[in-house]
């Protein structure tokens, strides 16, 4: 059974800091390009960061470049979100995605697991 879960999220305040981490198990995810997309209330998923295979290549939505650094350790099938200077635009549920294949890492269409998502308010 493949499951990701994501961990790490909560309540901050404008210019605070939190790190996100999705722990998979079931597939081994060296295979899989990784990202995290966020869904804010009454909006679109969009996504916000994703990984190559080895951590070589990584890829930003504009909105978090130089923000955001996403990580990947294949070793302990964690993928990691720096999330620092956070903004009450920030708000919403990130979910933790993997990608197979060679498709758009920034297209949420290709993605074939998801996990359930981690709830993250930006607020003072």
């Known amino acids: 059974q493949v499951q990701l879960v994501e961990s790490g999220g909560g309540l901050v305040q404008p210019g605070g800091s939190l790190r996100l981490s999705c722990a998979v198990s079931?597939?081994?995810?060296?295979?899989?390009?990784m990202s995290w997309f966020r869904q804010a209330p009454g909006k679109e998923r969009e996504f916000v960061a994703g990984?190559?295979?080895?951590?070589?290549?990584?890829y930003y939505g504009d909105s978090v470049k130089g923000r955001f650094t996403i990580s990947r350790d294949n070793a302990k099938n964690l993928v990691s979100l720096q999330m620092n200077n956070l903004k009450p635009e920030d708000t919403g549920v990130y979910y933790c995605?993997?990608?197979?294949?060679?498709?758009?890492?920034?297209?949420?269409?290709?993605?074939?697991?998801w996990g359930q998502g981690t709830q993250v308010t930006v607020s003072s």
């Open positions: 079931g597939i081994t995810v060296v295979n899989f390009r």
């Open positions: 990984i190559d295979w080895s951590g070589t290549f990584t």
């Open positions: 995605a993997a990608l197979a294949g060679h498709g758009d890492i920034k297209n949420m269409s290709g993605y074939i697991y």
